[in-house]
């Protein structure tokens, strides 16, 4: 079966490298109705339609460009014109999308999970998140573009960046959140009802065949300068510690989890509430992912050695008090080591991606992550968390 599998592959591979290389070439403009290969192929009718059902008589005048990056998908904001009838109309949205082969690879695979969630699930929660406008996905050519609500504007917000500095009450602003994405979900997440969100083990899979564990080994070796030596004595270790405890997932219960909670992925709204953005990975898995990534990336290292255990024990009562949900603290804690090894997995391969994945990330970021999650990892000896 693998070898037909892998011939599935690469078919899809080829027809979507097709697909984005005339997209490139001819760069067509969206019409009602199509997924637009590109935030700057976005023309007022295209806006226009996406509102229409909701506000009749609005029309989109002009829309252009305002700033954006590029990473895992391509960033744009958009400023949109209306007529009389579409006043009070967003007129700043904010577009992801995936133009080129790498982004529909990477970004482009997990499109309608991610707006789905955002569209169906993430209204229900009481949480600081985006509001998404449009979701759509082309599977034969892999285009996939979401529009949300510029938060900059509507939420006054400020994203984090690698140098931002988390301060107490923003710490237990995002573990909170964690506790009431995960309270809230974690029935849904046992049933049927959200059998469509992926598994996390599923992406680490996807993520092998991709050739991360490849990136992964020659990060280590690019960034040994900021791991610590004990660690790097071990680094044989680390790979086969990661598949174990992604495979941890399927042993104990699952909620629905964010999945790439880094500091990037953070904002601070103008009236300081912490909020998450970026759901292209959201799945069902194990708390543990979440909170052992947020508070080993987004916190400076010698703040998440101050307050983590604090904070651990802020997310364990709140799932209690809020929803019921007993987790023990040693097996908290346990599971808090181990899944270090999972955050870790986000970004050796950012430093250096395999051949199919995108640049996702500035060196200086990967770098800044790998050095605060690896002093985690020793500070906490996890690679002796597993047991015999």
Sequence with gaps: MEPQASARQLRTRARIAAH?????????????GTVPFHAEAITAPWVTSVFADATPGAKAETVRIVGGDDGSSVRRGLQVVWNDAGAGLPT?????????????????????SEGRFLVEVRPS?????????????????????????????????????????????????????????HGSLRQAAATDTLAWLNTY?????????????????QALTKAAAVIPGRLMARRSEIW???????????????TVIHSDVHLDNWYVTGDGRMGLSDWARVCRGLWARDVAYMLTAALSVENRRAWEHDLIDRYLRRVQDGFGIEIGREDALRAYRQQTFTALLMWTP??????????????????????????????HQALDSFGG
């Design 20 to 32: 984005a290389l005339w997209d490139l070439m001819a760069r067509p403009e969206a019409m009602p």
């Design 92 to 112: 700043r949205l904010f577009a992801k999308s995936t133009p080129t082969l790498a982004t529909r690879l990477s970004a482009g695979m997990a499109a309608p």
């Design 125 to 181: 929660l009481d949480i600081e998140a985006p509001v998404c406008r449009y979701s759509g996905r082309d599977p034969d050519s892999g285009r996939s573009l979401h529009l949300f609500d510029d938060l900059t504007v509507t939420r006054g917000a400020s994203f984090c960046q690698v140098d931002t500095v988390i301060g107490p009450a923003q710490a237990e602003g995002m573990i909170d959140t964690l506790a009431t994405l």
């Design 201 to 217: 083990e599923a992406f680490f899979e996807a993520g092998r065949r991709s050739g991360i564990q490849d990136g992964h080994e």
């Design 240 to 254: 086969p510690a990661a598949a174990r405890a992604a495979a941890a997932h399927a042993d104990q219960p699952r």
């Design 350 to 379: 950012t430093l250096c991606p395999p051949p199919m994945l995108p640049d996702m990330q500035p060196e200086r970021m990967s770098l800044a992550m790998i050095e605060r999650i690896c002093a985690a990892i020793d500070d």
